[in-house]
């Protein structure tokens, strides 16, 4: 009974391991980004409605 991996069992057991890190990274940046332009929006919404609270109102036109 051999004890060890063959060169295939090797090269498979490397090509799953990249895979799921791949698949995790991947998955990871995705929500990260995600997170990220939820927060810029936020950011943008909040600036919006303090420049419209804030601004004087447009003349009125004759």
Do not use: C, H
């Amino acid at each position: 009974m051999q004890k060890g991996f063959t060169l295939i069992q090797t090269v498979a057991t490397a090509g799953v391991f990249s895979a799921v890190s791949f698949w995790y990274g991947f998955m990871f940046g995705r929500e990260s980004a995600r997170k990220e332009l939820n927060d810029l929006i936020e950011n943008l919404r909040r600036s919006s409605s303090d420049a419209t609270s804030t601004a004087p109102p447009p003349p009125e036109q004759s």
